[in-house]
């Protein structure tokens, strides 16, 4: 788990303890703060609203669909209402049919976001029946809403920079490569992911 200081800083340092490069990204960076999401229904509809938009107009489109739809939002009114709804509550026609297919799966009971399977990859082939959620984004709501530990982001860029930087590679690793290399971290990817994160953010020294 990565939901709280204990769990992540004992992942943290089993990883230290395997590879020397994450002892220097601790020692440069610190230790990361736990990054965490609210499980649900209302995360993985801020995740399409968000996408490709900036901050600030991802919280104003946010603002007028929950202001037409509800807190927590109407899934029922959100199936049914045409374009032109979603579009005057801030969604694209594209963004719409996302939220329509969150929507359709969550209430005919097909996806049932407290019941997960354990299994991460059947974990992700479900979320990614979602239309707009692919597997990057299931990978960084299995992590930070429900805090899975060994969920491994590999397809992320600054994962990607920031594992090769610490492995002094000479090239960014492909995803596959870094599917590869993290064998080795399991079940602790989590957290390298989330440490990759802080150095990736940090103004501290380079590596």
């Known amino acids: 788990m990565v939901r709280t200081a204990q769990s992540l800083n004992a992942s943290l340092d089993a990883l230290a303890a ?16 736990p990054r965490l999401s ?5 995360t993985l509809l801020r995740t399409i609203v968000g996408q490709q938009v900036s901050v600030a107009a991802a919280r104003s489109m946010w603002n007028k669909l929950i202001a037409k739809y509800g807190q927590p939002v109407d899934l029922a009114a959100l199936l049914e209402a045409t374009d032109e709804e979603l579009r005057e509550a801030g969604l694209s026609r594209q963004k719409a049919g996302y939220a329509r297919s969150l929507a359709g799966l969550v209430l005919s009971g097909e996806l049932d976001l407290a019941r997960l399977p354990a299994d991460d990859e059947e974990a992700i082939a479900l979320l990614t029946k979602i239309k707009g959620i692919g597997r990057w984004s299931a990978e960084i709501y299995l992590l930070f809403a429900e805090g899975r530990g060994d969920v491994w982001p590999a397809g992320d860029l600054a994962v990607q920079i920031e594992i090769g930087r610490l492995l002094g590679m000479d090239e960014r690793p492909s995803e596959k490569q870094l599917r590869t290399l993290a064998e080795a971290w399991r079940p602790h990817r989590g957290a390298a992911a989330v440490l990759a994160w802080h150095s990736y953010n940090s103004t501290g020294t380079a590596l």
Request: hydrophobic share 30%.
């Open 18 to 33: 395997v590879e020397p490069g994450f002892v220097r990204v601790l020692e440069s960076h610190g230790r990361p703060e």
């Open 38 to 42: 609210e499980p649900g229904i209302e």
